[in-house]
Every structure is written in C-alpha cells, then in structure tokens.
C-alpha cells in the first residue's frame, strides 16, 4: 500500500489525459470518465497544485456519482488529503468509506500508513 501512496504519475500520463480534458473542456463536453482520469492523474503528481487541482476535479464529481464511483472518488480524495499532508481530512474520508465498507483492506490499509505519517510528522515538531 505504501506504493499507492508514494506513486507518482508519469509525465506522459499527466499529459496525454491532461489533453484529453482540455480537448472535451473546449468543446463544452467534458465526460465523467476524462474529469476522472486527469483528476486520478493529478492527484498522483508530486506538486501540491495538481494535487489539489485533482482533488477538487474530483469533488465536483461527487454530487451526481454513483455509489460505486464515488466509492472510488473518496479513495482518492483520502488520497490526495493525505499527499497534502492534510492527515485530518484524509482520516474522515477514509472512515467514511469504511463506514459503508469496514472490511476493505486496502482503505485499512491506507489509514494505517496516514496514522503512522501523522506520528513521524508530529515528531518533528
């Protein structure tokens, strides 16, 4: 699980779907699938400005998502919360997915590692 943290979006990714987006975002037709990718994307990024860019491509989603996307979507908004080192708001995303889903491993798996980064960060201070 440390690697889905950690990952970092390739360059060629980030831009073939970044183009993709800006393409659909011209015309005026923006799919959910393309604000999703480029989203996932840059949430991935190692710069906070994509990262929070990705977050909120993400949030504007949410309100007419299915269930099962927005089980996605609050993975990643965990996700990138955490990327920001805003362990806060990535720990209610991932209770909230565990209050529907409590035996995922691999959002408990992701709340560990956002617990530990949160006592190694409070050690420094």
């Not at 073939?16 to 005026?28: D, G, P, R, S, T």
């Not at 999703?36 to 400005?49: E, T």
């Not at 080192?85 to 709340?111: C, I, T």
């Amino acid at each position: 699980m440390e690697e889905i943290f950690d990952e970092v979006v390739t360059s060629e990714d980030l831009k073939k779907f970044e183009v993709i987006y800006n393409k659909q975002l011209e015309a005026n037709e923006v799919t959910t699938e393309a604000q999703f990718n480029y989203a996932w994307c840059l949430v991935r990024s190692r710069y906070a400005a994509d990262i929070r860019k990705g977050i909120c491509l993400i949030e504007a989603l949410f309100p007419d998502a299915t269930p099962e996307a927005r089980r996605d979507y609050v993975f990643y908004l965990a996700l990138g919360h955490a990327k920001l080192k805003e362990y806060s708001k990535a720990l209610q995303y991932v209770r909230a997915f565990l209050n529907h889903e409590p035996g995922n491993m691999q959002v408990q798996n992701l709340e560990a590692i956002i617990k530990k980064r949160m006592e190694k960060g409070e050690k420094h201070y």
